[in-house]
């Protein structure tokens, strides 16, 4: 729950003292819904809690505004209704007017502009670039400040424009850059202001005047109060042109249909009762021109359907009917006696106050909705006073007329509550569409970003084809330069095996060491001598070595080969074979050398080691 009505409307009330904004005529269930929405996102638990909000942080206001105030609007939106206006409305509109008169017209609830300068295309159109600069004068309103200084820019972008024809596009607007400006030398015939349709005064002598789905948001008491000012505001003959969401079923005595599918709708001139007027009795005919008259008279006043009681000037009862009698119980017996005398002088209503004021004043009175208390029953009566004139205008007396108005009391009330059943409906019918039209705007932009979402997939798409094409390509390098090394592995594994062949064919032992004296090759014979196989000593230092050869001899040997000057070396030794017996070995050290026969000490060495 969000507190109650009360804080609500407090709520509203602040709004108005504050800001000058007046909510209090919008309609309660969307507007409810609109502040809701506002205080879920800044976690106000009740409307008082979000009054406390807004005194503590004042840029609420503005987005708070924005919630409320939906403006949504475009170039020639609902282009049936635009195009039947042009077609159907403007012409006659123009050639009703004097040759070189101001053509006034009023966009109320202009947003962002692009209504208004919709109406100038379109009257520019139908007058010319020339005659339009000097006649027309459009005025546009609205009630939010920043939507008005983005609408005085006249400044729009690719999306605002899209749907305008380009010949229009072309004609009216100027590339600046990556936006559309508006032409400036028509620009000076739209006039932007803020006006309240609730509170402020309405412009008056408009011609054409759109109101373009802003009435939906008021309830009927506003709404009608629009209305009023609406039609003040258009001339004798002037066209309101209204949205799609909009009807005005219920305001006929002052706009009648034009087009009501397209919500164009022409002023209904206001007409005035008169005053009411006496008439004087016609002259009497020659007493021998008619025979029985007074009869007559006298009968035709008792039969009347109406009660009737005719009163002399100075308050006697002169004349009765018998429908009076039936209805207050007055009857011919009561002639000549002071009207003041009669119940039906005071009851069901003081009549004497009135009967005096019609003689002085010498006009016609009307006692409306007067309740008769009648065989248990309420009666509903309606009291008519007209002073009685003599043709030298002395005052003859008065006549009181009766009227019995119970069954058109109870059609009025009964058209009342029929109204407000209809005013109820109508109401739900535009929330419904209200509700339509922001659904709608939100799908427009779900569509517009599915849109955006589906053009970055299909550009995500492409680059992931040209990736894959590249690592296809990759692979396929990858797969060949494979193909080359299983080839070159398979000559190395020969070249091995060759190597292997030619140092197990010798018969002295084969050491090869790497410029750290780390061993690298040790072959069959090394091992027969030694007693060490090659997976022992492969990696070993060759110095580390346990074996019967006097390394240390051996080391200076090994220095030289793998030295600058990469010197060959042999020398003989005194050693001890795998078998322990005593044996001379004869020890060279070479180094690597290079195929060009140049010396590669850089990568080792061979030791040679061979029984004298």
């Known amino acids: 729950m969000h507190g109650t ?48 909000y807004l005194q503590v942080h004042p840029d609420e206001f503005t987005a708070l505004f924005n919630t409320i105030l939906i403006n949504v609007t475009a170039f020639f939106r609902d282009t049936d209704a635009w195009d039947y206006l042009r077609s159907e409305v403007l012409g006659p509109m123009i050639a009703a007017k004097p040759v070189d008169s101001v ?40 009630v939010d400040e920043e939507q008005l200084n ?83 505001a258009l001339a004798e003959t002037g066209v309101l042109f209204l949205g799609k969401a909009e009807m005005l079923l219920s305001h006929s005595s002052l706009f009648t249909p034009i087009d009501l599918k397209r919500r164009v709708f022409r002023r209904v001139p206001r007409l005035y009762s008169p005053p009411g007027v006496i008439y004087s009795d016609p002259p009497l005919p020659a007493p021998d021109a008619v025979t029985g008259l007074d009869e007559l008279r006298n009968e035709v006043f008792a039969a009347s359907p109406l009660a009737q009681l005719a009163l002399t000037s100075d308050g006697m ?45 010498r006009r016609t009175l009307r006692v409306s909705d007067v309740e008769y208390q009648r065989g248990g029953e309420v009666a509903h009566i309606e009291v008519q006073i007209s002073p009685l004139s003599g043709s030298d205008g002395s005052l003859l007396g008065v006549n009181l007329i009766f009227h019995d108005v119970t069954a058109a009391r109870r059609l009025k009330d009964d058209l009342e509550l029929a109204n407000q059943q209809l005013e109820a409906a109508y109401e739900e019918l535009q929330s419904t569409n209200e509700e339509l039209e922001t659904t709608n705007e939100e799908l427009q932009s779900t569509v517009e970003e599915l849109e955006t979402t589906n ?24 797969q060949s330069i494979n ?74 040997m090994l220095r030289g080969a793998l030295g600058t000057d990469a010197t060959y ?15 001379k070995v004869r020890v060279a050290c070479t180094p690597l050398r290079h195929r060009d026969g140049a010396p590669a000490a850089g990568d080792g060495a061979i030791v040679v080691m061979e029984t004298a």
């Open 455 to 478: 053009e970055e997939l299909q550009s995500t798409n492409e680059e992931l084809e040209t990736m894959n094409e590249e690592l296809q390509s990759t692979n396929d390098e990858l």
């Open 317 to 361: 009862v002169a004349l009765s009917n018998r429908a009076l009698e039936r209805l207050f119980g007055v009857s011919s017996r009561d002639i000549g006696r002071p009207f003041r005398d009669l119940d039906v002088s005071y009851r069901p209503v003081e009549l004497r106050r009135y009967i005096e004021q019609a003689q002085l004043e």
């Open 569 to 583: 070396a042999e020398t003989e030794l005194d050693a001890v074979n795998r078998r322990g017996r005593q044996i």
């Open 483 to 556: 193909d080359q090394l299983r080839i070159s592995t398979g000559q190395l594994d020969e070249a091995n095996a060759f190597l292997e062949t030619v140092l197990t064919s010798l018969q002295a032992g084969v050491a090869v060491v790497d410029p750290d004296l780390r061993i690298r090759m040790w072959n069959r014979q090394a091992e027969d001598m030694w007693g060490l196989r090659a997976a022992e000593v492969i990696g070993q230092h060759f110095l580390n070595l346990d074996i019967g050869l006097p390394i240390e001899l051996i080391r200076p």
């Open 150 to 232: 983005e609408a005085r820019q006249a400044s729009y972008g690719e999306r605002e424009v899209q749907h305008l024809p380009p010949d229009l596009l072309e004609t009216y607007f100027e590339p600046v850059n990556g936006r559309f400006v508006f032409r400036k030398d028509l620009r000076r015939s739209v006039i932007f202001g803020r006006n309240d349709l609730v509170q402020d005064a309405p412009i008056s002598r408009i011609d054409l005047l759109t109101c373009r789905n802003t009435l939906m948001y008021f309830n009927a008491e506003t709404q009608a109060k629009i209305l009023g000012r609406l039609h003040f």
């Open 5 to 52: 009505d009360a804080n609500f409307e407090a709520l509203l009330v602040y709004l108005k003292e504050s800001r000058g904004f007046d909510f209090t005529g919008y309609k309660r269930s969307s507007l409810m819904r609109r502040v809701n929405r506002r205080m879920s996102q800044v976690e106000a638990g009740d409307y008082q809690e979000y009054l406390d």
């Open 103 to 142: 053509i006034r017209v009023w966009s109320a609830g202009c947003a962002s502009g692009e209504e208004a300068y919709t109406l100038a295309m379109a009257l520019a159109e139908e007058l010319g670039l020339d005659e339009f600069r000097k006649r027309v004068k459009i005025y546009a309103t609205d």
